[in-house]
């Protein structure tokens, strides 16, 4: 019921940025906690950034200063803001909101940072 539709990943140059978009139906995510993941090749997946009902926002220290992440309420749309983006940035990025008892994940978008 729940689809979460990720977008916005590509290739950028180090020092460079990306707005990663996660548009929601089924639900609506103002009122869940909705939060971005990603997996890099070989590591484990990681939470990067997440954004609960009221607005509250947390990250993990690798990208704070550099990430963002915000709500669009009337698009029912969650985004990443990247900037001063890494190599180490590179991963695949999933979008995971929880609605009851139920975690619902985007397919992910793909986010390469090389020269």
């Known amino acids: 019921q729940v689809q979460l539709v990720e977008s916005g990943g590509g290739l950028v140059q180090p020092g460079g940025s990306l707005r990663l978009s996660c548009a929601a139906s089924g639900s609506i995510l103002s009122i869940y906690t909705t939060a971005w993941y990603r997996q890099a090749p070989g590591k484990e997946r990681e939470l990067v950034a997440a954004?609960?009902?009221?607005?509250?926002?947390n990250y993990v220290d690798s990208v704070k200063g550099r990430f963002t992440i915000s709500r669009d309420n009337p698009k029912n749309t969650v985004f990443l803001q990247m900037t001063s983006l890494k190599p180490e940035d590179t991963a695949v990025y999933y979008c995971?909101?929880?609605?009851?008892?139920?975690?619902?994940w985007g397919q992910g978008t793909q986010v390469t940072v090389s020269s």
């Open positions: 995971r909101t929880r609605v009851g008892v139920v975690d619902y």
């Open positions: 954004i609960s009902s009221g607005g509250s926002t």
